[in-house]
């Protein structure tokens, strides 16, 4: 399901577009330029990027990375590998790109979903640990049992290179759709900012816009990928990786806008994982991106970067009540 939706517009050029379905999701890449062969290129890097880190492909380098415990990468896979780790370290941990083992025990590779015994649960727990991944230039090695699942990041990273490519051919303005991805290259052609819808988590049309330029707005939410166990309970794919259970910190969705598309990406995980007040404790010791967040009461909390840029939409005003926060606590 797209969890962030790009809003129609009116530019007097039209746009080259290309629409496909890859990393689990669907993409639209929109440029206003007028050759398109950046575009089929951009398309292409997409696919070779999935075919390198797929989790589920059996001939992707991480699928072998992930059965044998080491491996020697390609400079792709070294380069989102050596990212990832990075902001895992940057996360403390809230994000750790070796929770596979835990992802797949929940069946949220497969769709066939269950709710692991908790001993097995603690046991793989026990296993994830970035601090363990070993990455010299282009050779890795895991520790034992470990496997990694770059699912994340990908997306924004696949945004941030897109971006690079079609910005280094001249492209001054588009917009990249990858899922609950947005990329915002420039402006509209009419130099207006980009509008980006944010789902509301209860149904699928957008509570609100956020006005951009050249800025990434990804949204991670638990109403994207869940399923209600025999007990009622809703799980949901986001892991809190000191538990291997859902991460339940109270929020619902978490909406980061930054430049970076990775760095955009592992944030909206990681403050998911964090909660409410450890999300805005790292916003306040960062202050590099900007955030929405939603509790899954249904209150909506805004940094104060976002004041003027992002507006609930007609009739969500009473709904999902809204405090914006500043730097200062
Ligand atoms: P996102 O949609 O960007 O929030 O990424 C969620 C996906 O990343 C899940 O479907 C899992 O494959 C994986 N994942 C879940 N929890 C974590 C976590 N705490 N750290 C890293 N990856 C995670
Ligand atoms: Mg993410």
Not at 59 to 86: C, D, H, M, P, W
Not at 149 to 156: H, T, V
Not at 304 to 309: A, T
Request: hydrophobic share 40%.
């Amino acid at each position: 399901m797209v969890a962030t939706t790009a809003c129609q517009t009116t530019a007097q050029v039209e746009a080259q577009t290309v629409e496909f379905m890859a990393m689990d999701t669907f993409i639209n890449l929109a440029i206003y330029s007028q050759d398109d062969t950046v575009l089929q290129e951009a398309k292409d890097y997409v696919l070779t990027l999935e075919g390198l880190i797929s989790t589920t492909v059996e001939s992707s380098e991480l699928y072998q990375l992930n059965q044998t415990g080491e491996g020697v990468l390609s400079f792709e896979s070294a380069q989102i590998l050596s990212r990832g780790l990075e902001l895992c370290q940057q996360t403390e941990g809230a994000l750790d790109i070796s929770i596979y083992p835990v992802v797949r025990s929940w069946g949220f590779t497969t769709g066939d979903y269950q709710i692991p015994q908790p001993d097995v649960l603690q046991t793989l727990v026990r296993q994830v640990d970035y601090q363990a991944i070993q990455l010299e230039g282009d050779t890795v090695t895991l520790a034992e049992g470990m496997e990694l699942d770059l699912g994340s990041i990908a997306k924004g990273y696949a945004g941030d290179q897109i971006a690079d490519m079609v910005e280094a051919s001249g492209v001054t303005s588009g917009l990249l759709t990858l899922g609950g991805n947005i990329q915002a290259i420039g402006t509209k052609p009419t130099g207006e900012l980009w509008r980006v819808g944010i789902q509301d988590p209860t149904g699928d049309a957008p509570l609100g816009v956020v006005e951009v330029d050249n800025r990434a707005v990804v949204t991670s939410g638990g109403y994207e990928r869940y399923f209600v166990g025999d007990d009622g309970e809703t799980y949901w794919h986001i892991i809190d990786p000191e538990t291997g259970y859902p991460a339940k910190a109270g929020l619902i969705s978490v909406t980061i806008v930054a430049e970076s598309g990775a760095y955009s990406d592992a944030l909206s995980t990681a403050l998911f994982v964090m909660g409410l007040e450890e999300a805005v404790d790292y916003w306040r010791s960062h202050q590099d991106f900007d955030f929405i967040l939603m509790t899954e009461a249904g209150e909506l909390y805004v940094s104060d970067g976002l004041e003027d840029k992002f507006s609930l939409l007609e009739g969500y005003q009473e709904i999902y009540p809204l405090t914006v926060i500043s730097k200062e606590p």
